[in-house]
């Protein structure tokens, strides 16, 4: 008996490959390893900043760079793995890019599935983002303009994020706006997702009454679904009359368009710098 057709025209098997960045990338645990040693130069130039606690949990924890200009623009990071992989500590060489173009950067951690629900990941994900606003005078950082970015998952939390009154804009790369294909696929062997929790975690059912500007981006060489979710959710956001724009990065998989942060003249960095 074939494999029932479960999703938009796809059986099971079909929507997990959709949704398989690994196998579409066979190269991508390869430079997350490569982001990891970068960023450990990185982390070790600026110890003060690591891991300075937001929440009750092991990985509330943020760390920060600053570029040493007085009311920097912040940069609020939120890093991907499907909400149940990775850790901040992978992504801080992607600090650098922004930090040469004048900000300063907060790389936030959370709690991963299956230890907490995706709705537990977006409360402390804000929890991190009005934490920094509160400390911002103690801090020395986030007096100014606040932009929160994230990449995949961190994509979609970027998103959930963007209507809150403390975030002065957004960038999304390579974002997952709509839960329920990942609700239908192995994703959910941990994220446990339920048809509520889909309808209210995902943002293409959220767009906020107000916000700041929101760029949208993603790779035109990702997996088509992922280009479908970043294109649907431009196109929502852009018909409810928020302000934003959508910017596919030609050639760029899920993996190497990240590396167009990490470079100060790089296109996700320069976008930042116009919304600063």
Not at 205 to 231: F, H, K, M
Request: proline letters at 6%; aromatic letters at 8%.
């Amino acid at each position: 008996m074939s494999d029932p057709v479960i999703w938009c025209g796809m059986t099971r098997t079909q929507l997990d490959a959709a949704y398989n960045n690994g196998a579409a990338v066979p190269q991508g645990a390869a430079l997350v390893e490569g982001w990891t040693t970068r960023s450990a130069k990185l982390r070790a130039s600026q110890p003060d900043g690591m891991d300075l606690v937001y929440g009750p949990r092991p990985r509330n924890r943020i760390d920060l760079f600053r570029c040493g200009a007085s009311r920097a623009p912040l940069l609020v990071f939120i890093h991907g793995g499907y909400w149940q992989h990775r850790r901040k500590e992978n992504f801080s060489i992607f600090a650098e890019g922004p930090m040469a173009r004048g900000f300063d950067v907060a790389m936030i951690g959370y709690t991963l599935a299956p230890d907490v629900t995706v709705t537990e990941i977006v409360a402390e994900t804000h929890a991190a983002i009005r934490w920094l606003r509160a400390q911002a005078g103690r801090l020395g950082v986030g007096q100014g303009r606040l932009i929160v970015s994230g990449w995949s998952a961190g994509g979609h939390l970027t998103a959930m994020a963007i209507g809150m009154p403390e975030v002065d804009a957004g960038l999304t790369i390579s974002g997952i706006f709509d839960l329920e294909p990942c609700r239908l696929n192995y994703l959910n062997e941990k994220l446990k997702l339920t048809e509520e929790e889909v309808r209210r975690a995902s943002p293409i059912n959220a767009i906020p009454d107000r916000s700041g500007p929101l760029v949208v981006t993603y790779g035109t060489a990702e997996l088509p679904e992922l280009q479908r979710q970043s294109q649907a959710y431009a196109e929502v956001w852009r018909a409810a009359g928020r302000d934003g724009e959508i910017v596919p990065m030609q050639g760029d998989d899920h993996f190497s368009i990240m590396e167009k942060l990490a470079d100060p003249d790089g296109e996700l960095t320069t976008i930042l710098t116009r919304l600063a």
